[in-house]
């Protein structure tokens, strides 16, 4: 007999992992959730920064936060597991005036929306972080709500709830390819063998594209390197845990054990590419001059470990959440464009809606369905780093 399911989830990353927790939770059936690697949370997930925050320059962004965070930093409280989070906020740094211009608009938005932010001076971005480099910064915007988790916390802890709740969680099982009948998902093709199912969620990161293809289903989804490397201690690392991101330059750090972390956006030589080989070349040339530039005590510290991970990128820079168009039962929950971690506790609530309710009901995510790239007019998000 061939094996059955009421919902197949591909992908055991943050975003899978909390879909099969709030879809079980949910009451929507029989949830099995399919990994290719031996472990849960080796995708983009372990390479991620951990940062949360509401300080988006769209709407949709910001109501996704608004919904998402309180699940991340009430994620002991409600669950009772652990989580490391730190809401010690994020701190844009603002060099030039059509950037400032940028964020000034957005601010009115998330203000209008309820989102905490604060209009800082130089002086007082550098009082929240002594040593960042304030001769030529216009301002700052500091959003005390933000803040740092721990996305395999986050995955595992995710993890262990779905299999409370029921569902069932294989790991070392690669999904083929999406069965589909007049339309509908009929089941999935894996490497152990074929499983019917009607419903089936991609939550396969940035690998995303080519599982949708074999449903027939064009994502406009790129997966775009990127570097990270965490130095060890040194004399001025900051005492808080401030994500602090220089707007103009996009490089980031926090603090991490006894250094930080660090990264930076490749400009304009991005290219779109599955190589998570580290960039040394990059680091010694881009990251490490523009840390020294924006933060100059990081001079002292030595880099103690590098990555590199995938972000998987949409043409706006938002997710695609929804039912594919033409094919009844095959969900997506993809293209987070360097944001997914923090979304993916509300989005995992979204696509438990859909399935059970028909809809989704806690955040309107019409503005992010597939359709939108067809023709029609999508709201860039331009505080992606
Ligand atoms: C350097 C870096 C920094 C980042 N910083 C942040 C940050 O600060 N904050 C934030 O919110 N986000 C951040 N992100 C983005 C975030 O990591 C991702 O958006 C998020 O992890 C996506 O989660 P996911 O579950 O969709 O994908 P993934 O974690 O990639 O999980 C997808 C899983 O699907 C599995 N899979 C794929 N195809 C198949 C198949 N056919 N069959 C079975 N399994 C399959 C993969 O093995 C993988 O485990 C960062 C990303 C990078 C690279």
């Not at 007082?124 to 005390?144: K, N, Q, R, S, Y």
């Not at 997506?332 to 609530?349: D, E, R, T, W, Y």
């Not at 992010?368 to 007019?377: C, K, M, N, V, W």
């Amino acid at each position: 007999m061939r094996e059955t399911a009421d919902v197949v989830i591909v992908g055991g990353g943050a975003v899978g992992a909390s879909a099969a927790y709030h879809l079980a939770d949910a009451g929507a059936g029989r949830i099995l959730l399919l990994e290719r690697e031996a472990s849960l949370g080796t995708g983009s997930t372990r390479r991620c920064a951990g940062g949360f925050r509401h300080q988006f320059s769209s709407g949709i962004n910001n109501e996704l936060s608004l919904a998402s965070v309180p699940l991340i930093t009430g994620f002991t409280e409600q669950h009772g597991l652990p989580l490391d989070v730190d809401q010690d906020g994020y701190l844009f740094l603002v060099r030039t005036e059509p950037m400032w211009q940028s964020f000034l608009g957005a601010l009115e938005l998330q203000r209008s929306m309820g989102v905490a932010v604060e209009v800082l001076t130089p002086e007082g971005a550098a009082g929240l972080v002594p040593g960042i480099a304030t001769e030529d910064m216009i301002g700052a915007l500091f959003g005390p709500r933000d803040g740092i988790a721990d996305p395999s916390g986050l995955t595992n802890g995710y993890a262990t709830l779905a299999r409370r709740a029921g569902a069932e969680i294989r790991t070392g099982v690669e999904v083929t390819g999406v069965r589909t009948h007049d339309g509908h998902v009929t089941g999935v093709f894996t490497r152990g063998g074929d499983i019917d199912v009607p419903v089936v969620v991609n939550a396969a990161g940035p690998w995303a594209g080519s599982l949708a293809a074999t449903a027939g289903v064009a994502l406009p989804l790129e997966p775009i390197p990127r570097q990270v490397a965490v130095t060890g201690p040194f004399p001025g690392a900051p005492k808080r845990r401030t994500l602090v991101i220089d707007a103009d330059s996009t490089y980031y750090f926090h603090r991490e054990g006894p250094g930080v972390l660090m990264g930076m956006g490749g400009g304009p030589d991005e290219r779109a590419s599955f190589d998570t080989r580290v960039d040394d070349a990059f680091i010694a040339e881009q990251v490490v001059p523009t840390a020294l530039r924006i933060f100059p005590p990081i001079e002292q510290a030595g880099i103690a470990t590098t990555w590199a991970g995938l972000y998987e990128m949409t043409p706006d820079r938002h997710p695609i959440i929804g039912p594919a168009p033409g094919v009844d039962g095959f969900l997506l929950a993809n293209g987070f464009s360097g944001h997914g971690f923090q979304h993916a506790p509300i989005v995992g609530k979204l696509l438990a809606e859909l399935v059970v309710d028909g809809r989704a009901h806690t955040v309107d995510i019409a503005p992010l369905s597939l359709e939108r790239f067809a023709g029609g007019q999508p709201v860039r998000e331009r505080h992606v780093i």
